[in-house]
């Protein structure tokens, strides 16, 4: 089944649709570092929000983001 995963900031603004189409991401656990491109984000909160409009459960993934090192 495909899931998609909708990432917020924590002030609540969406940065990021990804739909999983194949199921092949995993689900992000609370305190996990991701990365979407050169961004890189801690996960503060994760909920499902099943829609009965569609059959694909949508994650509502809101995280806080890290700051990058340069050399």
Request: no cysteine.
């Amino acid at each position: 089944m495909a899931r998609i995963f909708k990432v917020f900031d924590i002030l609540g603004s969406e940065l990021h649709t990804i739909n999983d189409p194949e199921d092949k991401l995993p689900i992000p656990k609370i305190g996990q570092v991701i990365s979407i491109g050169s961004s890189r984000m801690r996960v503060v909160s994760l909920t499902l929000n099943p829609t009965a409009s569609s059959s694909s459960p949508v994650y509502k993934v809101r995280v806080r983001l890290v700051a990058t090192m340069t050399a």
